[in-house]
Nanobody
Framework: QVQLVESGGGLVQAGGSLRLSCAASDRSFSSYAMGWFRQAPGKEREFVAAITRSGGRTDYADSLKGRFTISRDNAKNTVYLQMNSLKPEDTAVYYC???????????????WGQGTQVTVSS
């Protein structure tokens, strides 16, 4: 059982940046592909970004390419999400997830964190 703990959320003005972190409890962290998803009030949870086990390949939601960057440090059992040029519509709870493949489908991920709130003010 992998436990995931997100951190780094908060309140930021539009145009600002935040870096989210997700720390995993399992030393087999490098065996998992990792993903970030987000859920805004009244909306379904949506894909943000994913990264393969080695970090050699990444994938992003089309609308977020160029603003968000996913990365990982397997030595620290941590995955990151760098978010730049934030917009009010980026406001959501952000979740990290671990699974066997770096896909856009939330059903493919086996383990989820509790989420961290990101609020972007206009």
């Amino acid at each position: 059982q992998v436990q995931l703990v997100e951190s780094g959320g908060g309140l930021v003005q539009a145009g600002g940046s935040l870096r989210l972190s997700c720390a995993a409890s399992d030393r087999s962290f490098s065996s998992y592909a990792m993903g970030w998803f987000r859920q805004a009030p009244g909306k379904e949870r949506e894909f943000v970004a994913a990264i393969t086990r080695s970090g050699g390949r990444t994938d992003y939601a089309d609308s977020l390419k160029g603003r968000f960057t996913i990365s990982r440090d397997n030595a620290k059992n941590t995955v990151y999400l760098q978010m730049n040029s934030l917009k009010p519509e980026d406001t959501a709870v952000y979740y990290c997830a671990a699974g066997w493949a770096a896909t856009r489908s939330r059903g493919e991920y086996n383990y989820w964190g509790q989420g961290t709130q990101v609020t972007v003010s206009s």
